[in-house]
T-cell receptor, first 113, second 115 residues
Framework: AQTVTQSQPEMSVQEAETVTLSCTYDTSESDYYLFWYKQPPSRQMILVIRQEAYKQQNATENRFSVNFQKAAKSFSLKISDSQLGDAAMYFCAYGAGSYQLTFGKGTKLSVIP | DTEVTQTPKHLVMGMTNKKSLKCEQH?????MYWYKQKAKKPPELMFV???????INESVPSRFSPECPNSSLLNLHLHALQPEDSALYLC??????????????FGPGTRLLVL
């Protein structure tokens, strides 16, 4: 069974600094997708970034980028120039060939002014 | 427009009440989802509709009854709920494609409290 592990329950970062959230996963599939979702206190799950496993190039979206290491089954999220609005729960998720996503337990990120 | 809307935002109901949660999207997505999320936990998939037909039911108790009246609307009918059903209920939608999973877009959720 696929599992997704986020080993950092909580993290904090100074405003304008860079922070990296870690995610590892276990799968026997070769073709799959990985996602980072953000859930601020407003509750809405917002897609941050998506990575297709067959793409070697790491996905980026403005201040958000990933370090995808397929062999190591690692998918970390880097947030540059952190802003107060980045404070949220971040969920890493995995999916392969079906509607179901396997979510990690989440990392709560605090941004310190 | 990547918006999924949900009503109501908050709902308080007794264990004998019947209520419904509503979800709407106008992105042309043909897959729609219901999730349940407890505090400080990841979302748990409940149901998936694909082309208005129930595709996945994750062994959800019958007191939760989903309905997909058309491709834009998804309802969740609630009856005889238990206090442990109190949670945030999230709706999501996605395109239907050859390669799954498609990216899911979530609504803001309905916070449900069962007394």
């Amino acid at each position: 069974a696929q599992t997704v592990t986020q080993s950092q329950p909580e993290m904090s970062v100074q405003e304008a600094e860079t922070v990296t959230l870690s995610c590892t996963y276990d799968t026997s599939e070769s073709d799959y997708y990985l996602f980072w979702y953000k859930q601020p206190p407003s509750r809405q799950m917002i897609l941050v970034i998506r990575q297709e496993a067959y793409k070697q190039q790491n996905a980026t979206e403005n201040r958000f980028s990933v370090n995808f290491q397929k062999a190591a089954k690692s998918f970390s999220l880097k947030i540059s120039d952190s802003q107060l609005g980045d404070a949220a729960m971040y969920f890493c998720a995995y999916g392969a060939g079906s509607y179901q996503l396997t979510f990690g337990k989440g990392t709560k990120l605090s941004v310190i002014p | 427009d990547t918006e999924v809307t949900q009503t109501p935002k908050h709902l308080v109901m007794g264990m004998t009440n019947k209520k419904s949660l509503k979800c709407e999207q106008h992105m042309g997505h043909r897959a729609m989802y219901w999730y349940k999320q407890k505090a400080k936990k990841p979302p748990e998939l409940m149901f998936v509709y694909s082309y208005e037909k129930l595709s996945i039911n994750e062994s959800v108790p019958s007191r939760f009854s989903p309905e997909c009246p058309n491709s834009s609307l998804l309802n969740l009918h609630l009856h005889a709920l238990q206090p442990e059903d109190s949670a945030l209920y999230l709706c999501a939608s996605s395109q239907e494609g050859d390669r799954l999973p498609e990216t899911q877009y979530f609504g803001p959720g309905t916070r449900l409290l069962v007394l």
